[in-house]
């Protein structure tokens, strides 16, 4: 089984994922900084560390991605393909037929993002839109990484999909207090894991979400 337990080990021999999927992982990390130097996908004082900032930080997901009743993940904002590039790698050898929908509104992003899972031959959809203009999507999974704030994407979830089992997010250290002013707002459960690459951030899984019935809304 593939979990988020690999991020922990050096050694690939050691590692319960395929050599391959490593290597693929490492290609897709040099691509990301040769196209650094004509498009802005990462910050440049993060391609040195590219390997946990970025790779790691999106592969640690793995854990909520990887269950029987999840084929399809939406990635807002995809930038980069961060983190829906990294998880349709992962996935491949399990289940070659999760998909990995984009939405990016950049044109030279999109390209990028149309090379790279034509390059690792992942099932997949590229949108160059935004989208706070399109409505009634489907998937099983929106997942966000640097995009909008958890208030916004929440508006987008409810407002732009009609069907969506869960939501994957990433907070900061101000995570607890993000989580309770939104359930002051809405309804929802979720699963919280600490994450690997950073002491001061989370990573948090919603589902059953839903907006109460009160005034003054904070979105």
């Given at each position: ?38 498009i802005n996908l990462i910050s440049k004082s993060t391609e040195k560390s590219i390997k946990i900032r970025h790779i790691e930080d999106c592969a640690q997901t793995i854990d909520f991605i990887n269950e029987n ?61 935004n989208i706070f203009d399109e409505r009634e999507l489907s998937t099983d999974v929106i997942i966000s990484r640097a995009f909008k704030p958890l208030p916004i994407i929440f508006k987008i979830a409810q407002s ?60």
């Amino acid at each position: 089984m593939i979990d988020s337990n690999f991020l922990k080990k050096d050694k690939i021999a050691n590692l319960n994922v395929p050599r391959e999927t490593f290597k693929e992982l490492e290609d897709y990390s040099k691509e990301i900084i040769k196209k650094n130097k004509s498009i802005n996908l990462i910050s440049k004082s993060t391609e040195k560390s590219i390997k946990i900032r970025h790779i790691e930080d999106c592969a640690q997901t793995i854990d909520f991605i990887n269950e029987n009743d999840i084929n399809v993940c939406t990635d807002l904002g995809s930038g980069a393909g961060l983190p829906g590039v990294v998880l349709g790698i992962l996935m491949k050898p399990k289940n070659p037929l999760f998909k990995i929908i984009f939405y990016e509104k950049s044109y030279h992003k999109s390209v990028f993002l149309k090379d790279m899972v034509k390059k690792f031959t992942l099932n997949s959809e590229i949108h160059q839109k935004n989208i706070f203009d399109e409505r009634e999507l489907s998937t099983d999974v929106i997942i966000s990484r640097a995009f909008k704030p958890l208030p916004i994407i929440f508006k987008i979830a409810q407002s732009n999909f009609k069907n969506f089992k869960y939501i994957i997010l990433y907070l900061g250290k101000s995570g607890k207090k993000i989580l309770d002013d939104a359930l002051k707002f809405w309804i929802f459960d979720y699963e919280e894991k600490k994450s690997l690459t950073s002491d001061e951030s989370m990573i948090v899984k919603i589902a059953n979400l839903r907006e109460k019935n009160v005034k003054n809304k904070f979105i």
